[in-house]
């Protein structure tokens, strides 16, 4: 396998142009009807011809048969081994709001959520509760010194909140308390190694004073927390590639984790043409974009086949202002695949375009699933896009005499 | 991954015999106006007859995205992992002139070269001088002794000659002076660890005695020297593959790089017709035959599109001799891409097609990159093809119980 050292000895810096156009969850399954997947519904000229100009292919995010989160699968999208760099969902989430998180905090994701009088869960979100209503709920719990660690909470929006423990020689490997379903009461938080025994410990009777506090807040009247977890070492794409990377998305979470390689993440709107806006505004001052759409997964969580199609079918008409400014390499992928019928992420591969003027053209000329299948850069580990794209940018020097 | 050691436990000797044939450089990339790369514009009937019978298929020689130098590139297509084993230039051409390389001598690529009278590079080859010139230059700086350790100067062709330091306990990992770039000085050799200063110190004195001696020698009035390294340690080809390997080249480095491998390397003449005559000469002495087409890589490095086409359609011709000699396996591929478009050594995988009697035939019938793109042996790395080749001749017994 070519390791991040290896390719960080052959990058050089140059001033072509790379974008990485990530639609969060692209992969599909046919529908029962017509047989065909969300993309191969959507009708989308401007990808089929990137498609039919350049070269395709189907991407493995982790390996075949494995269903990606969103961390791993966009880790594994700017070259690092989502096996060997794991970033927890609380990391994520605190460094999504900008918190400022310090080595050796340990962070979790937040729910506020409703529990009946039995104290079993009757809803993980608790109704999806206001922005307003979450910031105000955060003050309440903010602040707790328990056992000399210091306990921060942090809105993030709707339902969603972080929570930072932050203390001396902490360690983050403890169980999370989020059930995942309803029906159940909260789990305890427990250290399976004796290391994590006091971030258990704490995280427990924050848990018990949150409840206390908010029993009167009904229908959010209860937390669970998941995610535990600090910051990893990872070298920036910077100092891998030589780049100067600039991250586009709507949603907090994939800025975090843009920020913790090392990206600029660039101010943006809320929606895709604000997304490519921002991207011709700062074109001139990057030379890596990683541009990332939502909602083609929010589609597909939600098991909406046609709203897939149309976020889809936004993505291809806005990426036409891309086209004209003729980067040096396109590269549109997803991070898994979401499909509608299955209500979630999936352990399909994902197909990927890359257009450059330096690709060997295949005969693939449709932005598809099935079309994929036989393109010219056949299947291959997700890790590997950023060294093809390097390539087609002529920013990869040779290898040995 | 398979490791030699693997293959080495189920290697067996047999009568029956590979001939691998490179063309170097072969893959290549379409031209702007047919739209077809070089091997898919020349006329190849003997070749599209083998891959018709055989199978075909598309090597990464040591991953996507990453441009081979030629040592990793034949290293891999001998099944040697070009990252673990990594054979610097200098090694190269001292092997390639039938330097009997001691263990332990460094040796290093040499130019002449010339510069201006602001000590800044002008020419990187100083006009590529004649062989006669190079060998009365090299006998000028042949012979010192710098600090006990001796300092032998051997030409190699035109601007080209090796210098080799020979002493004890030296140390290769030495910086490069040739600065790859004209318009700037000669660089001074540096060691970043201590182990090699003295390596480094002597390489700059033998510079600057260089300098003086060559003064009155314009155009070469200076030298560059790179790619300081030591033989390394490899298991020969022998020794893995219980074959008595052959090779022909009629260019010195890849001889020199055979012979690193234990093959015995075959006096040749200076065309395709000459190594192929010499294959036919030698057929009942060896089981293996690594025969060597540089003019593929050499049309490609300069530009010419034509050029490379006609190479390919040459050694198409004079294949109809080797296909009647019945080979057990035929494997026709190359150490990398040179496109003509890219004027140099690019990542692009290079079609591979195998034929034997023992092959499951695909449905390809013309050797050419897109046709490769769906052969039946996919898409693999080029490490491999040694393992097919001894298949497919049935020189590997089973694997397990």
Redesign the interface.
């Known amino acids: 396998?070519?390791s991040l050292e290896?390719i960080r000895e052959?990058s050089r810096s140059s001033p072509t142009k790379i974008v990485l156009i990530v639609l969060d969850g692209l992969g599909g399954l046919p529908d029962a009807l017509a047989g065909r997947t969300e993309l191969e519904t959507a009708n989308t000229p401007n990808l089929n011809r990137l498609a039919a100009k350049g070269i395709c292919g189907l991407i493995d995010i982790v390996g075949r048969g494995i269903t990606p989160g969103s961390a791993p699968g966009h880790l594994a999208l700017f070259g690092y081994d989502p096996v060997r760099f794991i970033i927890g969902r609380g990391v994520l989430e605190a460094v999504g709001i900008d918190f400022s998180l310090e080595v050796g905090d340990v962070a979790a994701r937040g729910n506020f959520c409703t529990i009946n009088k039995a104290g079993l869960v009757t809803d993980r979100r608790a109704g999806r509760i206001s922005n307003d209503e979450c910031i105000e709920l955060c003050r309440l719990l903010d602040g707790l010194v328990i056992d000399d660690i210091q306990v921060l909470v942090c809105p993030v929006r709707e339902h969603r909140f972080v929570v930072i423990f932050r203390g001396e020689g902490l360690d983050a490997d403890v169980t999370d308390s989020d059930p995942q379903q309803t029906g159940v009461a909260p789990r305890v938080i427990t250290a399976p190694q004796p290391k994590a025994s006091r971030v258990a410990d704490v995280a427990n009777r924050f848990v018990t004073r949150a409840k206390k506090t908010l029993a009167g807040h009904y229908p959010a009247n209860m937390i669970l927390l998941r995610g535990f977890s600090q910051r990893p070492k990872l070298p920036t794409m910077g100092e891998i590639y030589r780049l100067e990377p600039a991250a586009i998305s709507v949603y907090s979470m994939y800025r975090g984790l843009a920020r913790l390689l090392g990206m600029e993440v660039l101010k943006t709107g809320t929606n895709i043409e604000d997304e490519f806006t921002t991207l011709k505004q700062n074109y001139d001052t990057y030379d890596f974009f990683f541009l990332h759409i939502k909602g083609t997964d929010s589609a597909g969580e939600d098991g909406d086949f046609e709203r897939k199609v149309r976020v889809i079918e936004e993505a291809d008409r806005v990426l036409s202002s891309l086209i004209s400014l003729e980067p040096d390499v396109i590269i549109v992928t997803g991070d898994h695949s979401t499909p509608a019928v299955l209500k979630g992420h999936s352990w399909h591969p994902v197909p990927v375009l890359l257009c450059s003027k330096?690709c060997?053209?295949?005969?693939v000329s449709e932005f598809s699933e099935s079309a994929c299948v036989?393109?010219?850069?056949?299947?291959?580990p997700a890790t590997?896009i950023?060294?093809?794209?390097?390539?087609?940018a002529l920013k990869?020097?040779?290898?040995?005499?």
């Open positions: 396998m070519i290896l052959i330096w060997r053209p295949d005969r036989s393109g010219g850069l056949g299947r291959f590997q950023m060294p093809l794209a390097m390539a087609h990869l020097t040779k290898f040995g005499a």
